[in-house]
């Protein structure tokens, strides 16, 4: 069974920075691209970053491009987020999940098969 367990969430203020961490158990985590979700109250989920199996290949939606970095330590099994000039938009449920087997990357939640519980960044304004 694969467990994905996030941690790093909090609070943070605008402009600040903040660094997400998913643990990965129970799979081959260097065989799979990897993937940051989120969710604010009352709206979808949306895709926020992705990385390929090997850390070269990554993407990243147009809302955090050039603020968000996605990376990963396949010898750790830890994929990490990091935020940096946080906006209250910003502000959100964080998800990590594992794309399926196959994928450089994945950008749709049809193309993840597991997922962390989430841990909550909150961005004051």
């Known amino acids: 069974q694969v467990q994905l367990v996030e941690s790093g969430g909090g609070l943070a203020q605008v402009g600040g920075s903040l660094r997400l961490s998913c643990a990965a158990s129970?799979?081959?985590?260097?065989?799979?691209?990897m993937g940051w979700f989120r969710r604010a109250p009352g709206k979808e989920r949306e895709f926020v970053t992705s990385?390929?199996?090997?850390?070269?290949?990554?993407y990243y939606a147009d809302s955090v491009k050039g603020r968000f970095t996605i990376s990963r330590d396949n010898a750790k099994n830890t994929a990490y987020l990091q935020m940096n000039s946080l906006k209250p938009e910003d502000t959100a449920v964080y998800y990590c999940?594992?794309?399926?087997?196959?994928?450089?990357?994945?950008?749709?939640?049809?193309?993840?098969?597991?997922w962390g519980q989430g841990t909550q960044v909150t961005v004051s304004s």
């Open positions: 990385i390929s199996s090997s850390g070269v290949y990554t």
């Open positions: 999940a594992r794309a399926l087997r196959g994928l450089r990357y994945g950008v749709q939640t049809r193309e993840y098969d597991y």
């Open positions: 129970g799979g081959t985590f260097g065989n799979y691209a």
